[in-house]
């Protein structure tokens, strides 16, 4: 195993860990406010395929990102109307959501296939990734560093603002925030579209960064894999950054298995490396239920409408 093998896999890991990481976040803040919303593979294809047709139509990666944070934002409203006004089952509606995106985006779609679009070019000079250092430090897309500014943010916004302390009260205790005066509601329609851009983010990231061509289903039900991320993390945002290197560890293993063709498959079927990443996710899932080591953490009110007593 050769250093530039390790640098190489380390790089891909970084990528495939990208989209994975800004729904999980996005998916944490929206938890965090009390509001369970299991449609984050339908917001991711909604921004894969919505960066996609600006870039394909402008050339323009940047102004793809914004609009795929808006198609996301915009598809959340849907759930939050349904279940923040409407009081619709949350798990429901987030699996309709789900479906809804998919076919949405696979209608919209079908006129791009085949086609290649412009993606992100690095942030820092060609000269400074020449050696093995500056290749894992400074030869990545625009959106990992992105990520990387997320992360710190939403830790910042959760733990040191005051919008960030009504936003974890009303998940905790939604009647209580609501008698001293704060909009239950109003805060967890703000947490859902933050949480419904990230994913459109996280979904830009597959044609922007990793796959310039579109696929039906692109984002692979890495969806699912960010809200087991937010359980497996605890519900903290610098847990989730390893969480999802770790996921993205496991994704990436099944492309190098692909790859090396006879040599991995004599380790494990080819089924079986790409399945590894989702009996991932369930094995994780499973031991934090029976250990009841993150469970504490999970907001008092997630998934529960919230009725007012006045």
């Known amino acids: 195993m050769t250093l530039d093998f390790i640098i190489a896999v380390i790089i891909t890991v970084v990528g495939a860990s990208t989209p994975i990481l800004f729904a999980g976040l996005g998916e944490l803040v929206t938890e965090k406010a009390g509001v369970l ?39 959340s409203m849907i759930f939050a109307v349904l279940t923040l006004s409407l009081s619709a089952n949350q798990v429901a509606t987030g699996l309709a959501l789900t479906i809804f995106g998919t076919g949405l985006s696979t209608l919209i779609g079908n006129g791009f296939t085949g086609r290649a679009i412009k993606t992100f070019d690095t942030v820092f000079p060609a000269a400074l990734a020449t050696n093995p250092v500056g290749r894992v430090f400074f030869s990545y897309s625009p959106l990992v560093y992105l990520s990387f500014i997320m992360v710190a943010l939403v830790a910042w916004f959760l733990t040191r603002t005051r919008a960030g302390l009504i936003l974890r009260a009303v998940g905790e205790n939604d009647l209580s925030a609501h008698s001293i005066g704060y909009s239950v ?18 979904g830009a990231t597959f044609p922007l960064v990793l796959t310039p061509l579109w696929a039906e289903g692109l984002t692979g039900g890495r969806g699912w894999i960010a809200i087991a991320l937010v359980v497996f993390a605890g519900w903290r945002p610098v847990w989730l950054l390893g969480g999802a290197y770790f996921f993205g560890l496991l994704s990436t293993l099944e492309l190098y298995a692909k790859a090396s063709g006879a040599s991995w498959s004599s380790i494990l079927p080819s089924e079986a490396w790409a399945a590894l990443p989702y009996l991932a996710t369930v094995v994780v899932l499973a031991v934090i239920s029976v250990s009841n080591r993150a469970g504490g953490n999970a907001p008092a009110c997630l998934g529960k409408p919230f009725i007012p007593s006045t």
């Open 185 to 202: 509601i109003g805060v967890r329609y703000a947490a859902v579209a933050f949480g419904g851009a990230l994913a459109g983010i996280g």
């Open 37 to 75: 919303n299991l449609g984050v593979e339908g917001m991711m294809l909604i921004g894969a395929i919505a960066a996609f047709a600006i870039v394909d139509k402008t050339g323009n990666p940047w102004l793809a990102v914004v609009f795929a944070a808006a198609a996301g934002a915009a598809v």
